[in-house]
């Protein structure tokens, strides 16, 4: 492919984009999370092209996005507990892990041969618009190549993958910036990613503690791999000052070169985090190093470490 079309989030835009979904190509949109690199659910090719773009492993599945909950319903098995859970936070930033349907039609490639399947309904206007315009469940993974850093902007999305996927929709920046909270709703309730829902909400709605669960050798959700989100510099985190040769990423009363949030507030630090990743991987250069004010650890700040241990990790 040589060229990667921009679409302007118009009805001619979602049009031209649905029409190259139902084509089988691949197209980036918004959601209030992060882009998703969106392909037909339903096509074995189209699928696999979005693990060939991202250089993405076949063993970590993929997020089927839909247009409502009927469409969630169709791919996935809702008890109580779960249409429940999910009437009270979709459309939003929440990924729920449920029995896949033997009908469901979805490729196998989706789920990773796994008996779930992951399914999301996004808030994000232009998301939804597409989903609606498109018909059917779009598989979509953050758009950028496999364990970088995810995009948040359209000019995010075509450094990663310009020239390797149909086209993108470019819907401006993403309000929450970090991934959706995943939760398995298995006999035993899971959350299997910190997201942009904080763990405490949805305790609250269960009436019980999370464990944190998932596998990161047969992971059945995504964002379960110990190396991800990663910068090319390398990133030390809990940082008080910089060493020599550090870019300072601070956090509230921490002052850096760059910072998440002067005020520590975490919903704007959590926006704000995969753009602030990639500023700050490119003035530290291939030799450089980025260190991380502590963020809390709670509410999204569960999510922010999360994301910020994974890209630190050994890869």
Excluded at 96 to 124: F, K, M, Y
Excluded at 129 to 144: I, K, Q, T, V
Excluded at 222 to 233: I, M, T
Excluded at 302 to 312: F, G, M, V
């Amino acid at each position: 492919m040589d060229r990667t079309e921009t679409l302007v989030a118009d009805d001619s835009g979602v049009a031209r984009a649905a029409a190259l979904l139902r084509a089988g190509a691949l197209v980036a949109f918004p959601t209030e999370t992060v882009y998703g690199l969106g392909g037909d659910a339903r096509n074995d090719t189209a699928v696999a092209h979005i693990f060939e773009a991202k250089g993405r492993p076949r063993f970590n599945p993929l997020i089927a996005h839909v247009a409502d909950l009927d469409g969630a319903e169709v791919l996935a098995v809702f008890d109580p507990q779960a249409r429940a859970i999910a009437q009270a936070f979709w459309p939003g930033p929440l990924t729920l892990v449920l029995p896949l349907r033997p009908e469901a039609g979805v490729s196998p490639l989706v789920t990773a041969g796994h008996e779930t399947i992951a399914v999301r309904l996004p808030a994000h206007p232009l998301a939804r618009a597409l989903l609606r315009a498109f018909g059917g469940p779009l598989a979509a993974p953050s758009a950028n190549p496999s364990g970088r850093v995810s995009p948040t902007r359209a000019e995010h999305v075509l450094a990663g993958l310009s020239g390797r996927i149909a086209a993108v929709l470019d819907g401006g920046p993403c309000a929450v910036g970090v991934e959706s909270t995943i939760l398995s709703l298995g006999p035993e309730p899971r959350l299997l990613r910190p997201g942009g829902i904080p763990a405490e909400v949805l305790e609250e709605a269960l009436g019980r503690p999370l464990p944190l669960g998932g596998s990161e050798t047969a992971p059945n959700a995504p964002g379960q791999l110990a190396s991800h989100y990663a910068p090319g510099a390398a990133v030390r985190l809990g940082a008080h000052a910089a060493e020599t040769g550090e870019i300072l990423i601070g956090f509230g009363p921490v002052r850096g070169d760059l910072t998440l949030s002067a005020t520590g507030d975490l919903v704007e630090a959590a926006a704000s985090l995969f753009h602030i990743l990639r500023e700050a991987d490119v003035l530290a250069g291939p030799e450089g190093r980025i260190a991380f004010a502590p963020v809390p650890e709670r509410g999204l700040g569960r999510a922010i470490n999360d994301r910020l241990r994974r890209a630190a990790a050994p890869r």
